[in-house]
């Protein structure tokens, strides 16, 4: 599974189509390069930058989402875009999550991302960067049943109430394009429910088989099977 | 990459501590040819301690026949050897804005300062030093490396139990003798709960220290016996004026600890007020005291505190990324060009100049001050004193009229 395709919960999904659309948009005719789908399984910094040496053309919009948090070494890929993009004029569109809010949800990635590694990380950018914060939306619709509507929507977002899920950051000739815009789509509730109910069966049955473990005798004496003396 | 980082003494606590975690990163991971250079001499130059191992240690006489890609201070006293040695690059490593531990006329104080004005480019540690660098220097390049946290001596427990009976778990941990780490403040504090309560103090040396009320005080301990402690506290007690990065409570989040701080510099970073920990006001001994009671008593607030505190520490850097950091800061340093020299040196005697009236003004005050002390030396009664004090039978007729006097005065 490449990197991009593990999601916390299906409504990230909405995440990545937002994405995805930014970076069509800033793409135009211009060629995309997804990073992630040049990620081995494990990812591998190397020869990631390999192949974003070899598979980006001039002008290209190099799209790196859920690609960092899971290298070892991600500041080798983080200067290697730095510098495809001064050579190739590349516009470049990195996002990391904000593991501050994402509990336990992160535990498995190589590297923590927050807002102070997002402060590390832009000063390693050139100083024409853009950072854009992402933040989640919840809502309610109301519609006459079995109907479909088209429904014009309008958010106000004040950045001080919320606290941004993932940074997206951009370098590069068409950066200064990216603008402020939010993709909105009704919840599918089931498939939220479904995915919780798919981890808490996991869990249960993970505690069930450690808890059975813990009642089996142990499969040899604490003495490493060494005969030991009896007395009469 | 040749990197030299000058310091001090290789004492391994707290400043140094830092530099020689990202020394060995970038020598372990990143092939980075690093050298300690010793920036006075030592009076017992032993450094044979197990995270050394691996790095070159070397005086300033042998390190100034050598050429470096990057010369890095460390602290304010090792960037005067910084130009003494070769390098492309120079850069200094800023752990605080250190003329703030200081008092006002200190020397010294103006010494810490005019090193930042110094042609270098600059690596910093939290994010308000970086903020304050970008806005003293706006042309010198800055980068910001978080400290990591050693997350196998500092490892999380995978559950946290709620400690919902018993006295409240307290630590208070730092130097008592430096003024500005309120260790004794955060003692007072303590002191003054109502609530049942089990105080630790952990301190390196005793010197000023008042530890009254504390259950038993510790140190100097390993960073690994200190993990320890933490797993078994409730609560951070840290009433700090000064601080850098503000790492003990974040080592005390990871072990399950919250805190209870005040709103020094660098807990910006990961204190949340009510998420994580408990931010209190300036001297303020018995609202301090007061939220520490709460926290004994309202048992579900601690576990949730204590959560929070772990949450925070899961998103905290290793020293492993940390390190990758500080390797590409090093990079770009190396690859790009220095900062302009002119401007540096513009602001560094605008500073000097700014010292030289601060100077005149602490003179001109000490002069007052002695004018008005000769005054009062001349009233009638206190001359008199004064002058049987200067002669050695003077001395002894006073002596023997001390009980008089405290009779007198009723004291």
């Known amino acids: 599974m490449s990197a991009s395709e593990q999601t916390p919960s299906p409504s990230a999904a909405r995440e990545r189509a937002l994405l995805a659309r930014l970076v069509q948009e800033l793409a135009g005719d211009q060629a995309i390069v997804d990073v992630a789908s040049l990620t081995g399984d494990p990812p591998e910094a190397d020869a990631l930058v390999a192949a974003l040496h070899e598979h980006t053309a001039d002008g290209a919009v190099i799209a790196c989402a859920g690609v960092l948090e899971h290298l070892a070494d991600f500041v080798a890929v983080v200067e290697a875009l730095v510098a495809i993009s001064a050579n190739r004029g590349a516009t470049v569109v990195l996002a990391v999550p904000n593991q501050a809010y994402g509990g336990q949800a992160y535990a498995d990635r190589a590297s923590a991302w927050g807002e102070g590694a997002v402060g590390e990380l832009r000063r390693l950018l050139p100083p024409d960067h853009v950072l854009f914060h992402e933040v989640a939306l919840r809502g309610a619709a109301l519609l006459p049943e079995g109907e479909s509507v088209e429904l014009p929507t309008s958010v106000e977002i004040d950045p001080r109430v919320t606290a941004p899920v993932a940074f997206v950051l951009a370098f590069g000739p068409r950066a200064t394009r990216l603008a402020a815009q939010a993709e909105v789509a009704a919840a599918d509730v089931r498939a939220e429910r479904e995915h919780e109910r798919a981890l808490t069966a996991e869990l249960d049955v993970l505690r069930a088989v450690a808890g059975s473990a813990e009642q089996q005798p142990a499969l040899a004496p604490p003495n490493g099977a060494q005969p030991t003396e009896t007395t009469a | ?411």
């Not at chain 2, 001499?41 to 050429?67: I, K, M, Y």
């Not at chain 2, 590409?328 to 220095?338: F, H, N, S, T, V």
């Not at chain 2, 007052?368 to 009062?376: C, E, F, G, N, P």
């Open chain 2, 1 to 411: 990459m040749k990197v030299a980082f000058l310091v001090n003494d290789l004492q391994l606590s707290g400043g140094v501590g830092v530099v020689v975690a990202h020394a060995r990163q970038l020598h372990e991971r990143h092939g980075f040819d690093v050298t300690l250079v010793l920036a006075r001499e030592q009076d017992d130059p032993h450094w044979d301690h197990e995270p050394l191992h691996g790095l070159s240690v070397v005086s300033l006489d042998e390190a100034r026949r050598r050429h470096y890609d990057v010369a890095v201070s460390t602290w304010w006293e090792t960037a005067f050897a910084l130009f003494e040695l070769r390098a492309e690059r120079y850069a200094s490593f800023v752990q605080s804005l250190e003329d703030r531990f200081y008092r006002p006329g200190e020397p010294e104080r103006l010494g810490a300062r005019l090193v930042l004005d110094l042609p270098v480019s600059f690596v910093t540690e939290a994010r308000w030093i970086a903020d304050t660098l970008q806005d003293l220097r706006p042309e010198a390049p800055c980068f910001l490396v978080r400290n990591g946290i050693d997350k196998s001596i500092f490892a999380s427990p995978a559950k946290l139990v709620p400690h919902t009976e018993g006295p409240l778990e307290i630590l208070v941990e730092g130097y008592a003798a430096a003024w500005f780490k309120g260790v004794n403040e955060a003692i007072a504090a303590v002191g003054q709960m109502d609530e049942p309560h089990r105080l630790t103090v952990v301190t390196p040396y005793r010197d000023g220290l008042e530890a009254d009320g504390a259950e038993r005080v510790l140190g100097p301990i390993t960073q690994r016996e200190l993990a320890g402690l933490y797993a078994q506290t409730d609560v951070l007690v840290k009433l700090s004026r000064v601080e850098g990065m503000y790492g003990p409570p974040l080592e005390a989040f990871h072990m399950g600890a919250t805190c209870v701080t005040t709103e020094v510099t660098g807990h910006e970073e990961y204190v949340e007020h009510g998420v994580n920990a408990l931010v209190c006001d300036w001297d303020d001994p018995r609202g301090t005291s007061r939220l520490l009671d709460l926290l004994a008593r309202d048992r579900v607030l601690l576990h949730r505190l204590r959560l929070g505190a772990l949450e925070t520490a899961r998103a905290w850097p290793t020293w492993e990324q940390a390190g990758q950091f500080m390797a590409g800061a090093l990079r770009a340093i190396r690859r790009d060009p220095p900062p302009e020299a002119n401007a540096a040196l513009g602001r560094l005697l605008a500073d000097v100049r700014a010292g030289i009236e601060e100077q005149r003004h602490i003179a001109a005050d000490r002069n007052l001050l002695a004018w008005k002390v000769r005054r009062y030396e001349r009233l009638p009664g206190l001359r008199h004193a004064l002058g049987l004090k200067r002669r050695p039978w003077g001395r002894v007729v006073l002596r023997l009229g001390r009980p008089v006097k405290r009779k007198l005065l009723g004291s």
